[in-house]
């Protein structure tokens, strides 16, 4: 259980990071479609890092 907890914050800050990459790098809106995309990427980035950190 403890793992599956430490994936959801995983995910939460890879969308974190990766929905606001844009906004740092080409000042796009926050709700703009490339920061959405750039959550999504960096939610599977985050839960694949923090899955690999765990097992």
Not at 4 to 25: C, D, E, N, S
Not at 30 to 44: C, H, P, Q, T
């Amino acid at each position: 259980m403890e793992s599956r907890k430490t994936i959801y914050f995983g995910m939460f800050l890879g969308g974190l990071i990766g929905g606001y990459i844009p906004a740092l790098v080409w000042g796009a809106s926050i709700f703009s479609f490339s920061s959405l995309l750039g959550n999504a990427i960096g939610a599977i980035i985050g839960i694949y890092i923090t899955f690999k950190l765990t097992r």
